[in-house]
């Protein structure tokens, strides 16, 4: 436990070690008098629609995950919503986006699920998250011919997620593969890790669901088309006028950056990528720290607003959420149809 906890500490100063150097490095470079000038002169409109925008994707975001976890346990998107915001909160102020764990527990611990098995669906998720997002990229940089550092962050990407790829696509069939009888007897050495391998693998396999796969894909195509809105609403508020290509690889960019493990809420590698991409359109640094501020801000309010209400209503405990759990009991038994046999249904975890 104590190593456990070492380890942790140790991954979170090096976040923090991250965001701090990040964020010194753009404010050094930026004239911080002009870019509260930029944001003064905001306008409100366009501030409307990039919130919009926001509240699409993360709509988005919770049914893809209820989708994903549809063939192991049908789940009320309401939830759904509340668990990821829950999520999302905790990555605000968690560092290493340890917030995916914190939504895994919950979904686990209230719909009586093996909170292992949710993270399978998680890791899914994020594959294929990464498979768009890197996508996206690599149209924007054909698109607008971009070379140096953004394009070679854009290839490193694409490397990541075939790497990725190839390790779901591993996990999936591994117990297919040559010699997989002799590790199967060796686990059986130690029936805890065989059980977590096991429950991982059940959440891992919604993977191999075409039309699964497929909605994860499309859902995602789609809550990245609402954050790229976002990004071009948040640029008109502030004057800054951006194409559609410009804004796709600017919202991919600062999404791939946000990978690097850093402090809470991506603070300081969210605004540096931001800067540094929207350089690359001729846009100043005052202006593109302007915008990276208004559009990190708005994302983290919302969440963090989202994600408090969701704990008000749901509690810390499972006792705290009893009597919503009641109300919602008869929709859940109604839905049993989108449901696995009771045998393909993993426990929850103690």
């Not at 964020?23 to 409307?48: C, P, Y």
């Not at 060796?186 to 805890?192: G, L, M, V, Y």
């Not at 800067?275 to 963090?304: D, K, Q, R, Y």
């Not at 859940?332 to 993993?346: F, I, K, M, N, Y």
Request: with cysteine; hydrophobic share 55%.
């Amino acid at each position: 436990m104590a190593a456990r906890l070492r380890g942790g500490l140790g991954r979170g100063l090096l976040g923090l070690v991250i965001s701090v150097a990040a964020l010194t490095f753009v404010i050094r470079q930026v004239d911080l008098g002009r870019t509260a000038a930029i944001l003064g002169s905001a306008s409100l409109g366009w501030i409307a629609i990039m919130l919009t925008a926001q509240a699409v994707d993360l709509s988005l975001r919770a049914w893809r995950w209820q989708r994903l976890v549809a063939p192991i346990r049908f789940v009320r998107y309401v939830r759904m919503l509340e668990y990821l915001l829950i999520g999302y909160l905790a990555n605000n102020v968690l560092p290493a986006r340890l917030g995916e764990l914190v939504r895994c527990h919950y979904l686990g611990d209230r719909e009586h699920l093996s909170r292992t098995t949710t993270l399978g669906t998680v890791v899914v998720e994020r594959v294929v998250d990464t498979a768009v997002v890197v996508t996206i990229a690599s149209l924007a940089i054909l698109v607008l011919h971009v070379r140096g550092l953004v394009a070679s962050a854009v290839l490193v990407g694409l490397a990541l997620t075939g790497l990725l790829v190839v390790a779901l696509a591993f996990g999936l069939a591994a117990h297919r593969l040559p010699g997989a009888d002799r590790v199967i007897a060796w686990a059986r050495k130690w029936p805890r890790v065989g059980a977590i391998a096991l429950k991982l693998r059940h959440g891992l396999a919604v993977a191999g669901r075409p039309r699964t796969l497929l909605e994860a894909v499309v859902l995602s195509f789609w809550a990245w088309g609402a954050t790229v809105v976002a990004f071009a609403a948040a640029g008109q508020a502030l004057g800054i006028q951006m194409t559609w290509a410009q804004a796709s690889l600017l919202a991919a960019g600062v999404a791939l950056a946000t990978a690097i493990p850093s402090g809470p809420s991506n603070l300081g590698t969210f605004d540096l990528a931001a800067v540094e991409i929207a350089s690359t359109f001729g846009v100043p640094t005052a202006a593109a720290f302007a915008l990276a501020l208004l559009a990190h801000a708005s994302v983290l309010i919302m969440t963090s607003v989202g994600g408090a209400i969701a704990l008000l209503r749901l509690g810390w405990s499972k006792r705290g959420e009893a009597r919503v759990a009641a109300t919602e009991s008869a929709a859940t038994e109604s839905a049993g149809a989108d449901v696995l046999p009771v045998d393909q249904v993993t426990p929850a975890e103690g």
